[in-house]
T-cell receptor
Framework: GAGVSQSPRYKVAKRGQDVALRCDPISGHVSLFWYQQALGQGPEFLTYFQNEAQLDKSGLPSDRFFAERPEGSVSTLKIQRTQQEDSAVYLC???????????????FGPGTRLTVL | GQNIDQPTEMTATEGAIVQINCTYQ??????LFWYQQHAGEAPTFLSYNVLDGLEEKGRFSSFLSRSKGYSYLLLKELQMKDSASYLC??????????WGAGTKLIIKP
């Protein structure tokens, strides 16, 4: 069965460029999370969707970060005018649960490693 | 503030037993997860504890004490493939996951 997929796996951007990172969750999974993970650190929450609704975006570090999930399946994380501090691995995770998603197992994609030069 | 503490790095010998501790201070508690993450790969689910006590799953066991804000992950009969980072994460009162920085476990032959 297909797991969570993310593309691209690696992205190198010049400072100031816009990037778009894609996440394909497991089919039928209601909840979708985006995390940022720096080297040697745990995942840091960015944003959460329940179907197409973005219920929590409190972790987005600035207004340069934008996420969408228009049809309740595929999601895109967009970073505008990238900065060097945006360099990290961006993880996407999905969960079958809708309500109370935080008590259910999350299935993670392989991540996109973003390097901003 | 919310805080998850776990050791940065641990070393153990193949075939031995290792215990990775996690202490937490969060606004509310709705469960604690342990995930395994190999270098360059996605985290994968190991265990979930919401009640006090020990949950055993093969070579891995996880323990929780809510009154002490404490959990540990116990790995028995260590294998080289167990070399990975082990992430502790707590679900708070808003059902958000708060993640620790992870413990890098190094297994030596």
């Amino acid at each position: 069965g297909a797991g969570v997929s993310q593309s691209p796996r690696y992205k190198v951007a010049k400072r100031g460029q816009d990037v778009a990172l894609r996440c394909d969750p497991i089919s039928g999974h209601v909840s979708l999370f985006w995390y940022q993970q720096a080297l040697g650190q745990g995942p840091e929450f960015l944003t959460y969707f329940q179907n197409e609704a973005q219920l929590d975006k409190s972790g987005l570090p600035s207004d340069r970060f934008f996420a969408e999930r228009p049809e309740g399946s595929v999601s895109t994380l967009k970073i505008q005018r990238t900065q060097q501090e945006d360099s990290a691995v961006y993880l996407c995770a999905s969960s079958l649960a809708g309500e109370l998603a935080g008590v259910f197992e999350q299935f993670f994609g392989p991540g996109t490693r973003l390097t901003v030069l | 503030g919310q805080n998850i503490d776990q050791p940065t790095e641990m070393t153990a010998t193949e075939g031995a037993i290792v215990q990775i501790n996690c202490t937490y201070q969060t606004s509310g508690f709705n469960g604690l997860f342990w995930y395994q993450q190999h270098a360059g790969e996605a985290p994968t689910f190991l265990s979930y504890n919401v009640l006090d006590g020990l949950e055993e799953k093969g070579r891995f066991s996880s323990f929780l004490s809510r009154s002490k804000g404490y959990s540990y992950l116990l790995l028995k009969e260590l294998q080289m493939k167990d070399s990975a980072s082990y992430l502790c994460a707590v679900t708070d009162s808003n059902y958000q996951l708060i993640w620790g920085a992870g413990t890098k476990l190094i297994i030596k032959p």
